[in-house]
Every structure is written in structure tokens, then in C-alpha cells.
């Protein structure tokens, strides 16, 4: 019956009207799981499906009625290891679990496996796993996206339901683009980081991937509100997102920038473009092209600042409190080698970019600089919004490229450049599917305000409707 191609509330809806039973939801994913992870390889650890079924059966009367989804892997659950696709955290097992897996399991749902990412979350091709790479169910020559690209691979590919990700510069949007499916970044604070593994905590928030903006809306619903254990979590009261969701943007006005206009595209992307502003002024809203000249500014900003948090929170790994332990004559030689062993390239490439941008005597030329500019980039969106309601443009600058294509670092963080200025201005956005490019998923993003969740879902879902 395909059940696992479902959204989840659809799911929840047909088991409430016993019009299908749970065994088929969960028989129909571990055929697809069978069928298609060897190849796509979006999972790292997978539940047992006895375990699975038993939980379901007890969470049968729940909200969640014993639901699976499919959790990245640097985001702590108690049942399976938490590696953040690195060699260091091979074998490594949380005490605790994140409160977003936690909040999802209270509301009866179960953790059905947990997702390939590039390590420590630092990447957008999902290439970075010490685990191998993650491919694209659209085209398994090409990068499902990262770093959240098992997540969103597993959505795409009907082996998952829906997916928990995260998103420090674009790691929920940017695969979700790719992959054809939804990819939501809460608010800075929104959701609690607690049991979120830190990459760069001023930036890091767990973000959904799902088959449609419904299923964000209610994975958000669950996953959402303050957290007395993340002291930046924001202290707003949990609220159902799902019931707010008013597909109406009829006088609103939408503004493009034009700095998120992947022109180098050529044609078709371009034509894209312009059918989703048709596509807002057929809804009764109306396009203003505006510009964001700090657009170009986020991309340095966004790797100091991101870098510098990086080199600070992964001094932890020491080879003593973790996994992997190298061998060395005294303490300094030991942590060196575990840290020389454990760490890959790209990781210890952003280790050292934010060590330099701290040092004593660089601090302010650019650690200090970038914060300045970071607030800059975030004026610039809270000015954009005085005049319009939400900023539409693409995800991505380009569809899903070539397993191995990118191997300049550089030509990999300029997959981010749409991404990453909402990121570092704390704002919510939106990717949706906006069509194809080259055959392959182009992702339309939606940023709003700060805590306009449930008006940017609303437009989202009613730009998914008219589009689909
Ligand atoms: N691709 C960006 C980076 O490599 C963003 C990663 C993320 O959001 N986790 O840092």
C-alpha cells in the first residue's frame, strides 16, 4: 500500500478511522528500508522491527500512535550510538537523550533509526561521514545534501516518515532542497539543544524534514518550546502549530531579493523563479523585488563565527571522557594522537580556522569583526521586514551536484550562501519543494520573522499547495 510514501499526519489520521493498522505502516517502511538503504545508505543504525512494534503496540492509544522517525546522528537518543559520523564517537552512547526525541516519544512516537551526516555536522554534501557518503534517491551518482543528508535522503527515499535534522548554516534547508522534500528551521531558541551534540551553539537549532509543511507543522508542534535544561532556549509556551495553518496570503507582500536569484543557473531556474512569484500574485499576495547587500558578507561571517564556536566546543574530545583514545608518552601526546586519529580533514580544517580567528592578537580583526557584521546582516532582515511579510527566493544555488564533484572547501560553503544570512540573524525558514531544475528537486525558502512560525508555515503551505 506504500504507507511508508505517506506524511505522517495523513498516517495518523487513517489509523484513527482503523482504516489501516500500524504492523502495515511499519511492514510497508522496512520493506522500502530493505529495499533501498544499501544503496541511498541514509541510515546508520537501524531498530529492531520487533522492538519497533512492540513500542507501537503500547503507544497504540497515544497522539503519535507509536509512529517512527528517523533521528540525525548528533542528536543523543538512549537506544542507539551517538557517532555525529565521526571515528571519535565510533562507539559512543549518550546517558541521556535530547529533549526533542524525548518530547516526540512522550507524545507516543518511537525513534526508528538514526541518519548518516557529514561529521560533526560540518558539510553539505554528506561526503564528510566517516561512515561513507549518503546518495540521493532522485540520482544516486549525486549528494543528497548535508549535513542533515541522511535525514532528508531517508524522507525522499519512503524509508523514513519524517525526519529530525539540524541546521547551523543550512543543514535542514539545503538537503531538504535537494532532496525534494520539506526542511524547517525553527527560530534560534525554539526548540531546545539540549542533546543537540555542539557544533556552533549561537547558531545550532534541531529542524524537521518531512514529506509535506503539515508534517513540519506537527513535528514542530511536539518538538517545540522552552527547555529548562538549554538555558538558550526561548521561554515560549508550546503551541499547536497545526491549528494555526491558514493558507491565505492574499495581501501580503512577499519580497524577493535579488541576491537570492541563482542566476549562473541559466533558464530554467530563472523561469522557476518567476513562476513562483506568478504563482504568490495568482494567491492574492503581492512581489516586491528587494535587495540585501550584506547577502555577500555571510558567507566569511558565518565561518568565522561558526568555525571559532566549532574550535571552543569540540576541545572536549580529548580521548580521555570519549571513545577513541590514541597512544602517546603523557597526556598532551595522547589527546594530540586521539584527536590526529579521530578528527577528519574538514573537521580539523575548521578546528584550526577558529583557533587562528581567536588567537590573541586576531581576535578583533576577525572573531570581533564578524560578530559586528553578523548584527549588521541581522538589522538588514529585521529592515527588510518593516516593509514586507516574508522573503522568498531559492534554497540552494543549485540542484543536487556529482558525489565527488566539490572538493574545493570553498565550493562547498558557497552551497550555503542562501542559507546561512537567516542563520546567523536567528531567523525560522522555510525550504519547500518550488520544482525541477535539470530533472532534479529545486528548493523554494521562505524566511520570516523571528517566532513567525505559524504564518511561515501558512505560506509555506499554501505555496505548496498551488505549486504541487
Ligand atoms: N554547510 C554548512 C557548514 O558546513 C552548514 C552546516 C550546518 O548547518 N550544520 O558549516
Given at each position: 500500500m506504500d504507507l511508508n510514501e505517506r506524511p505522517v499526519h495523513e498516517l495518523l489520521e487513517l489509523l484513527a478511522q482503523g482504516a489501516i493498522r500500524l504492523e502495515e505502516v511499519l511492514a510497508d517502511l522496512e520493506a522500502a528500508i530493505r529495499a533501498r538503504d544499501q544503496e541511498v545508505h541514509a541510515y546508520l543504525a537501524l531498530a529492531e522491527q520487533e522492538e519497533l512494534l512492540r513500542d507501537a503496540y503500547a503507544k497504540s492509544q497515544t497522539l503519535l500512535r507509536g509512529l517512527p522517525i528517523a533521528v540525525k546522528g548528533n542528536i543523543c537518543t538512549l537506544?542507539?550510538?551517538?557517532?555525529?559520523?565521526?571515528r571519535l564517537l565510533e562507539q559512543y552512547r549518550s546517558p541521556y537523550e535530547a529533549t526533542a526525541v524525548r518530547r516526540w516519544k512522550e507524545a507516543g512516537g518511537t525513534v526508528g533509526g538514526i541518519t548518516n551526516l557529514d561529521e560533526f555536522a560540518m558539510g553539505s554534501s554528506t561526503e564528510h561521514s566517516a561512515f561513507g557518503p549518503t546518495r540521493n534517491p532522485w540520482d544516486l551518482g549525486r549528494v543528497p545534501g548535508g549535513s542533515s543528508g541522511g535525514s532528508a535522503a531517508a524522507v525522499a527515499a519512503g524509508t523514513a516518515l519524517a525526519a529530525l535534522g539540524s541546521d547551523t548554516g543550512g543543514s535542514v534547508r539545503q538537503p531538504a532542497a535537494l532532496c525534494g522534500v520539506v526542511g524547517l528551521r525553527p527560530?534560534?531558541?525554539?526548540?531546545?539543544?539540549?542533546?543537540?551534540?555542539?557544533?556552533a551553539s549561537s547558531l545550532d537549532i534541531i529542524g524537521t524534514l518531512t514529506r509535506d509543511v503539515r508534517d513540519a507543522a506537527l513535528l514542530l508542534s511536539i518538538i517545540a518550546g522552552g527547555d529548562p535544561q538549554d538555558s538558550t532556549s526561548l521561554p515560549v509556551p508550546v503551541q499547536d502549530y497545526t491549528s494555526q495553518l491558514r493558507p491565505d496570503i492574499r495581501g501580503l507582500t512577499v519580497g524577493v531579493p535579488k541576491e537570492y536569484v541563482p542566476g549562473q543557473l541559466g533558464a530554467e531556474a530563472l523561469a522557476l523563479v518567476d513562476r513562483w512569484k506568478a504563482v504568490v500574485e495568482e494567491l492574492g499576495g503581492r512581489v516586491e523585488e528587494i535587495t540585501l547587500p550584506l547577502t555577500e558578507y555571510a558567507l566569511p561571517t558565518y565561518y568565522l563565527v561558526a568555525s571559532a564556536e566549532a574550535s571552543a566546543n569540540l576541545a572536549r574530545y580529548d580521548g580521555v571522557r570519549y571513545t577513541l583514545r590514541g597512544v602517546g608518552r603523557g597526556a598532551a601526546e595522547m589527546i594530540a594522537a586521539s584527536r590526529t586519529l579521530g578528527f577528519g580533514p574538514e573537521v580539523k580544517r575548521r578546528i584550526m580556522l577558529g583557533t587562528y580567528a581567536l588567537s590573541a592578537g586576531f581576535f578583533a580583526r576577525y572573531y570581533g569583526k564578524a560578530q559586528k557584521v553578523r548584527t549588521l546582516i541581522a538589522q538588514e532582515f529585521t529592515q527588510a521586514f518593516t516593509r514586507v511579510d516574508f522573503i522568498l527566493g531559492a534554497t540552494a544555488p543549485s540542484p543536487a551536484f556529482r558525489v565527488g564533484e566539490k572538493v574545493d572547501p570553498l565550493a562547498m560553503y558557497l552551497s550555503d550562501i542562501f542559507t546561512l544570512p537567516s542563520a546567523l540573524a536567528a531567523l525560522p525558514a522555510v525550504s519547500i519543494p518550488g520544482g525541477k531544475v535539470g530533472g532534479l528537486p529545486f528548493g523554494l525558502q521562505l524566511i520570516g520573522p523571528r517566532l513567525s512560525e505559524a504564518r511561515l508555515l501558512s505560506w509555506a503551505l499554501a505555496l505548496e499547495e498551488a505549486l504541487s
Open positions: 537506544e542507539f550510538p551517538t557517532t555525529c559520523g565521526s527560530t534560534y531558541g525554539l526548540v531546545s539543544r539540549f542533546g543537540l551534540v555542539s557544533f
